[in-house]
């Protein structure tokens, strides 16, 4: 699907359908034969490339990835929405 639609971003979760193994993004974009980045954090495109910022043991880092590319994130990428409470 990913070759045939050509999209610029693949955003993916970092834990899937690979026992949580954080498989998935990285041997899809090794099969696109495009970059990738690992556990953003923060996403910020930049013309055609993109500011990927990533947590890592000493902190935080900030990868800079061409676009087409592949990006896993972190749960701390959005805000979670609640649905409001209603009362009847």
């Known amino acids: 699907m990913a070759e045939a639609e050509q999209p610029d971003l693949i955003l993916l979760g970092k834990q899937s359908i690979d026992s949580d193994n954080n498989q998935t993004g ?3 974009a090794a099969l696109l034969d495009r970059p990738q980045a690992t ?3 923060e996403v910020k495109v930049d013309g ?3 500011l990927v910022t990533r947590e890592v043991d000493g902190g935080l880092q900030t990868l800079e990835v061409t676009l087409p590319a592949v990006v896993t994130t972190d749960l701390r990428l959005n805000e979670p929405r609640y649905a409001p409470c ?3």
Do not use: C, E, K
């Open 26 to 28: 990285q041997m899809l």
């Open 39 to 41: 556990f953003a954090s």
């Open 48 to 50: 055609n490339s993109l």
């Open 86 to 88: 209603q009362t009847l």
